[in-house]
Antibody, heavy 113, light 107 residues
Framework: EVQLVESGGGLVQPGRSLKLSCAAS????????MAWVRQAPTKGLEWVAS????????YYRDSVKGRFTISRDNAKSSLYLQMDSLRSEDTATYYC??????WGQGTLVTVSS | DIQMTQSPSFLSASVGDRVTINCKAS??????LNWYQQKLGEAPKRLIY???NLQTGIPSRFSGSGSGTDYTLTISSLQPEDFATYFC?????????FGGGTKLELK
């Protein structure tokens, strides 16, 4: 059974940093692209970033380019999202996704002073 | 960026009804269109991938169709557990973009 468990969310002040993690199991992690998607409270879904099988290619939405970094550790079957210079508009539940198929339960990030 | 326009935003229906939900892309997405169901407090669940492929374990009352810019999710006979929010995702090109969602409510 595919399992994706996000962690690392919380309350953070604007301008500060936070690192999200996603622990994957139930599939061969290194065989799949991974992604982060977020959903702001009462808003729609927004793709944030994707990473290729070996981490050699990364893709970001414009609003997070230069501030967020997606990475992976295939030996640990883990996905990460380093979020720097956080803004209030980054407040959302962040989901880890494999191959646009399976989603984790999400971790809430709140950016507020 | 490819814009995904989903309609309707809200849908009121009864058990046993046939319902359709539509997503229109601002350009050709080559059938790279997935449909998801999300219930309150739960992670989204993929129902259909690449336009018309049923996800393993999903009941056959769910089906998808479309091509080019126009895509449809059909539920042939609504069951009580189907009342939820549905949304589409185009993954033809980055940035991936989602439809705005359809909240399916019991009439």
């Amino acid at each position: 059974e595919v399992q994706l468990v996000e962690s690392g969310g919380g309350l953070v002040q604007p301008g500060r940093s936070l690192k999200l993690s996603c622990a994957a199991s139930g599939f061969t992690f290194s065989d799949y692209y991974m992604a982060w998607v977020r959903q702001a409270p009462t808003k729609g879904l927004e793709w944030v970033a994707s990473i290729s099988y070996d981490g050699g290619s990364t893709y970001y939405r414009d609003s997070v380019k230069g501030r967020f970094t997606i990475s992976r550790d295939n030996a640990k079957s883990s996905l990460y999202l380093q979020m720097d210079s956080l803004r209030s508009e980054d407040t959302a539940t962040y989901y880890c996704i494999v191959a646009a198929a399976y989603w984790g339960q999400g971790t809430l990030v709140t950016v507020s002073s | 960026d490819i814009q995904m326009t989903q309609s309707p935003s809200f849908l009121s229906a009864s058990v046993g009804d046939r319902v359709t939900i539509n997503c229109k892309a601002s350009q050709n997405i080559n059938k790279y269109l997935n449909w998801y169901q999300q219930k309150l407090g739960e992670a989204p669940k993929r129902l259909i991938y690449n336009t018309n492929n049923l996800q393993t374990g999903i009941p056959s009352r769910f089906s998808g169709s479309g091509s080019g810019t126009d895509y449809t999710l059909t539920i042939s006979s609504l069951q009580p557990e189907d009342f939820a929010t549905y949304f589409c995702l185009q993954h033809n090109s980055f940035p991936w973009t989602f439809g705005g969602g359809t909240k399916l409510e019991l009439k």
